[in-house]
C-alpha cells in the first residue's frame, strides 16, 4: 500500500520510501527496517509488534512506522544504527497514534523551531538532529539533480 499522499503531508523534511521521490536518496530504505528490527529488543513497547517503515526523516535519524495490524496507527521512532539489540528506552518513540497525533506533533516542533527563529527568518532548522547516514556520523551533502 502506497502512503505518498499522507507522508507528502509531512513536508520535505521526509522521505517517502515507497514513492518514486525515494530514488533521489542516498539512504539503503531495506536497511531502515532491518536496522528497526534489530534495535527494538524484548523489553520495548514495540517488541514483536509489525511495524512497516514508510518515510524517513531527512535531517536525523526518525524513522515513520504504519502499525501493520492496525493501519490507522502510525509511530515515528528514532533509530540509533548500533546495528545490534538496544536497551532502555531505545529506540525511543517520538509519537504514535492516528495519523493526526503524527501531524499534530509535527506541527508542535516545527512551531518551536519558529518561535526560536529570530524575527522574519524562516526557521533554520537548529533544534532538529543534523543530518545522519546510517553509521550516525553526519551525511555528506548529496549533489542535487537540476530542476
Known sequence: MKETSVV?????????VTADR????DLDHL???AELSTEVHPAHPFFGTAL???????T??????????TPSRYSIL???????E??????????????????????AVDAALSESAPSGEAPSGEGRKP?????????????????
Open 86 to 107: 538496544e536497551i532502555g528506552g531505545c529506540p525511543t518513540i517520538d509519537a504514535d497514534g492516528e495519523w493526526r497525533h503524527i501531524i499534530a506533533y509535527e506541527n
Open 60 to 69: 536525523n535519524d526518525d524513522v515513520l512506522c504504519r502499525h501493520r495490524a
Open 131 to 147: 543530518e545522519q547516514g546510517p553509521t550516525g556520523q553526519p551525511r555528506e551533502e548529496a549533489p542535487r539533480r537540476p530542476s
Open 22 to 25: 525515494a530514488e533521489d536518496c
Open 31 to 33: 536497511a531502515l527496517a
Open 8 to 16: 507528502a503531508e509531512l513536508g520535505d523534511d521526509w522521505c517517502d
Open 52 to 58: 512497516e517503515v514508510i518515510a524517513h526523516r531527512l
Open 78 to 84: 528514532h533509530l540509533t544504527w548500533s546495528h545490534r
